[in-house]
């Protein structure tokens, strides 16, 4: 009996010792803290096309024709460092979507293009134009005026954008919508795999006003 207990005794204490060796495992979770946008002053990143400020701080754009009016916006995500985000799930490079406030109706029945086509005509030695049909609505369609979606570039972080306001639209106040979900991850210290726990929206807006 005196040799069984000892021997019990000695299997518990080489348990409990062989636990004293095992390594704690250290994860690390991504929950994009400080991830923040950043747009390029007036807007555009090229100087030539910068959105000019009224006396109140408003951004204005002036619609010179009665179609689209088009405009590149550009801005920047970024981290909580200043620096490009570079999420475990994607990489440097992410994916931003954008909305706003302003629509137009297209209707069925109206011109949406008039084409011309420019060939080579070797026998006159010359450049013609011929004139194609009209492309010609089939249905009527409410038309955005921003793209729906775009990528940062991987060593800025820049996104760039289009809007196209139409000429009946001045006096209106367009408001862009810039969001960006960020992939919240967990991953284990000296392993390649991660797991995905969710996501984290980072929204920001700007008002145009459209003159």
């Given at each position: 009996?005196?040799?069984?207990?000892?021997?019990?005794?000695?299997?518990?204490?080489?348990?409990?010792?062989?636990?004293?060796?095992?390594?704690?495992?250290?994860?690390?979770?991504?929950?994009?803290?400080g991830?923040?946008?950043?747009?390029?002053?007036?807007?555009?990143?090229?100087?030539?096309?910068?959105?000019?400020?009224?006396?109140?701080?408003?951004?204005?754009?002036?619609?010179?024709?009665?179609?689209?009016?088009?405009?590149?916006?550009?801005?920047?995500l970024?981290?909580?460092?200043?620096?490009?985000?570079?999420?475990?799930?994607?990489?440097?490079?992410?994916?931003?979507?954008?909305?706003?406030?302003?629509?137009?109706?297209?209707?069925?029945?109206?011109t949406?293009?008039n084409?011309?086509?420019?060939?080579f005509?070797?026998?006159?030695?010359?450049?013609?134009?011929?004139?194609?049909?009209?492309?010609?609505?089939?249905?009527?369609?409410?038309?955005?005026?921003?793209n729906?979606?775009?990528?940062?570039?991987?060593?800025?972080?820049?996104?760039?954008?289009?809007?196209?306001?139409?000429?009946?639209?001045?006096?209106?106040?367009?408001?862009?919508?810039?969001?960006?979900?960020?992939?919240?991850?967990k991953?284990?210290?000296?392993?390649?795999?991660?797991?995905?726990?969710?996501?984290?929206?980072?929204?920001?807006?700007?008002?145009?006003?459209?003159?």
């Open positions: 009996m005196l040799k069984q207990l000892i021997f019990c005794a000695v299997i518990l204490f080489t348990l409990s010792g062989c636990n004293l060796f095992v390594e704690e495992e250290v994860f690390v979770t991504d929950e994009g803290k991830i923040h946008f950043v747009f390029d002053p007036g807007l555009n990143d090229d100087p030539t096309f910068a959105l000019s400020k009224d006396a109140n701080g408003q951004y204005y754009y002036r619609l010179t024709k009665e179609g689209q009016n088009i405009q590149r916006i550009s801005g920047r970024l981290d909580a460092n200043n620096k490009v985000v570079n999420s475990k799930a994607n990489g440097p490079i992410q994916t931003i979507e954008f909305k706003n406030n302003l629509f137009w109706w297209i209707l069925k029945g109206q949406v293009a084409i011309t086509r420019t060939y005509n070797p026998f006159l030695g010359a450049i013609q134009y011929v004139n194609l049909p009209p492309l010609v609505n089939w249905q009527d369609e409410l038309v955005p005026t921003i729906k979606s775009g990528m940062t570039n991987e060593q800025t972080g820049r996104f760039n954008v289009v809007i196209a306001p139409v000429g009946s639209m001045k006096g209106e106040t367009m408001t862009i919508y810039v969001k960006y979900a960020h992939p919240i991850t991953q284990k210290v000296g392993s390649s795999f991660i797991t995905l726990l969710g996501t984290k929206e980072i929204i920001d807006s700007v008002k145009i006003k459209l003159l």
